[in-house]
């Protein structure tokens, strides 16, 4: 079994931060691309930023220059850093992971339970 477990959410007044964790564990063999995906109320699910095994990274527009994602791979764990938050950004803030269980084993998709993000004054 295999769980993505987000941590560091909370409310946070306008132009604050937060900082979100999250981390894999069970039966991994291999992690590949980790991400940060976003829900708000009566919307679609959408990517916030995404980060290889070898460090390469990808931002929605929306975030870029407010957010930075990173990983520490001895530890199967992905960061968020979310500085100069706005009152959009609020949602609820998936951890994701493409993983495999074994060497034999393919890649599958792993998520989250979801953390919350209120920006709020």
């Known amino acids: 079994q295999v769980q993505l477990v987000e941590s560091g959410g909370g409310l946070v007044q306008p132009g604050g931060s937060l900082r979100l964790s999250c981390a894999a564990s069970?039966?991994?063999?291999?992690?590949?691309?980790m991400g940060w995906y976003r829900q708000a109320p009566g919307k679609q699910r959408e990517l916030v930023a995404t980060?290889?095994?070898?460090?390469?990274?990808n931002y929605a527009d929306s975030v870029k220059g407010r957010f930075t994602i990173s990983r520490d791979n001895t530890k199967n764990t992905v960061y968020l850093q979310m500085n100069s938050l706005k009152p959009e950004d609020t949602a609820v803030y998936f951890c994701?992971?493409?993983?495999?269980?074994?060497?034999?084993?393919?890649?599958?998709?792993?998520w989250g339970q979801g953390t919350q993000v209120t920006v709020s004054s």
């Open positions: 980060i290889t095994s070898g460090g390469i990274t």
């Open positions: 069970g039966s991994i063999f291999s992690i590949n691309a």
């Open positions: 994701n992971a493409g993983l495999r269980t074994a060497w034999h084993s393919s890649w599958s998709n792993y």
